[in-house]
């Protein structure tokens, strides 16, 4: 009776647990491993080229981490021309250095086998058990790895296409991003807020995708929309009015004060500073009446030539020195190699601060072909000083292309904003030196240290 049983279990199909289930591409990748390799990278460049591929490989990501962990578990030495990386762990190993349960670790060396990405080599009996090191001259038991060498050409045919993929990903967006621009300036120009408003919504979608198709699908939407503006824009206008509406009855209900301000009205009940270019008194009698009339009448007349070229600029011919940049932005400090920084060198520190801040690569070279490179600079540097104290600028793309918008339309006063910092500087400075702390470690501007004027 006991013959026979043994007898059973020998005719019986090799159904036993532990054994595994060698499948065609398993034996297709053992017999690959007695060819020529046609590439032997080292293991570097095998890391990193997993890395970059982990969502795109034939396997799960997380197959992909298994095999990125036994890849780096490896010597350097065994992916040389005349050694082979192996992993001699058994499953406890594994699991240890992996997190995963064994019937998830078993899932993934099954699909990395099934890839021809690794060849396990199991013992005489077939079953994996526990894996060790054996002599010389005895089968080694573990995963092979070498068949990595034999996947090298076709990973980097996929890191190619990958790279061609994102390559055509980001000349979408960037699109995208430039008729966007388009397309909001012609429908506040027509007044079109739903026009506005699918804008916004195609560039939130253009944030969430990352495949190709979608992004094809978005563009085409934008142009759709900027081709519509552009005919209704281009199309005669047959409105007999084109003055601006007034509303007659707001402006009798409400004093002035309290009437919509526009940017020709200027700022009401300021007592921020501003610098003139130059002010000229002329004192006058008090019974020269008759001068003063005259005085008045030239004055209308020469009233449009006294623009300066400080009128036009943001700053309105404020000078900073670059030691009160770096007072009033402490983000800075650490951008600059120098205590005293050229103007050149500041700029290239708020170049990298506005990426540090939320303000986008598109956003800044708009900035400085508007702005110009200096006061690009100096607005992102504003923006900065206002974060850090405790200011909340929710969208702050947004609110730094608000302040180029300002900046075309001369309605942007940079200098105000420089007055405010250095008062509050000036009061963080006073503080400390009530409490008790030392003016070394709070430096303060000296005249007599004063750097060039930016």
């Known amino acids: 009776m006991e013959h026979s049983a043994q007898t059973q279990r020998a005719q019986a199909p090799c159904t036993r647990r532990g054994r595994r289930r060698i499948s065609e591409a398993m ?93 396990p080599q199991d013992g005489r009996n077939g079953q994996r058990g526990r894996r060790w090191q054996t002599e010389e001259g005895q089968t080694q038991v573990g995963f092979n790895l070498a068949s990595l060498r034999y996947r090298w050409p076709d990973l980097l045919a996929l890191s190619a296409e990958q790279r061609r993929l994102r390559q055509r990903v980001s000349f979408l967006r960037d699109n995208i991003a430039s008729l966007n621009d388009t397309v909001r300036a012609q429908a506040e120009t027509l007044g079109l807020e739903p026009i506005l408003e699918q804008a916004a919504a195609i560039m939130r979608s253009r944030l969430r995708t990352a495949q190709v198709k979608p992004l094809e699908d978005l563009y085409r939407e934008m142009l759709a929309l900027s081709a519509a503006l552009t005919e209704q824009l281009a199309a005669p206008d047959l409105r007999p009015d084109h003055a601006p509406v007034e509303n007659d009855a707001f402006s009798t209900l409400y004093p002035v004060e309290m009437r919509p301000m526009g940017p020709q009205n200027g700022a009401l009940y ?55 940049y770096l007072e009033i932005c402490t983000s800075l400090r650490d951008l600059c190699s120098t205590g005293r920084p050229s103007a050149e060198q500041l700029i290239d520190a708020a170049e990298y601060l ?89 430096s303060v501007q000296s005249p007599k240290t004063r750097a060039a004027w930016i």
């Open 27 to 119: 034996l297709a990748a053992r017999d690959e491993l007695t060819t020529p390799v046609p590439a032997e990278p080292g293991k570097r460049d095998m890391l990193n080229m997993l890395k970059s591929l982990r969502g795109v490989l034939p396997v799960s990501r997380g197959a992909a981490s298994t095999l990125i962990i036994m890849v780096e578990k490896t010597s350097p030495d065994a992916w040389t021309a005349l050694e082979t990386p192996f992993i001699y762990a058994h499953n406890t190993t594994l699991m240890s250095w992996t997190g995963l349960s064994r019937s998830t670790l078993q899932r993934h060396i099954r699909e990395l086998a099934d890839a021809r990405l690794l060849v």
């Open 270 to 324: 300021t007592d921020t500073k501003n610098i003139q270019s130059s002010k000229k008194v002329d004192h006058v009698a008090a019974d020269g009446g008759d001068r003063i009339e005259h005085m008045r009448r030239e004055g209308q007349g020469s009233e449009l030539n006294r623009s300066s070229v400080y009128d036009r600029t943001a700053l309105r011919g404020f000078k900073g020195t670059a030691t009160f």
């Open 354 to 442: 506005s990426g540090q801040v939320g303000v986008s690569c598109h956003a800044w070279s708009q900035a400085c072909v508007v702005l110009g490179r200096l006061q690009a600079a100096v607005a992102v540097i504003v923006m900065a000083s206002r974060l850090e104290r405790g200011a909340v600028i929710r969208f702050r793309d947004a609110y730094f292309r608000s302040l180029i918008e300002r900046g075309a339309r001369n309605t942007l006063f940079l200098d105000r904003s420089l007055y405010a910092l250095r008062d509050h500087r000036t009061r963080e400075v006073g503080m400390l030196a009530e409490a008790g702390v030392s003016l070394s470690v709070v």
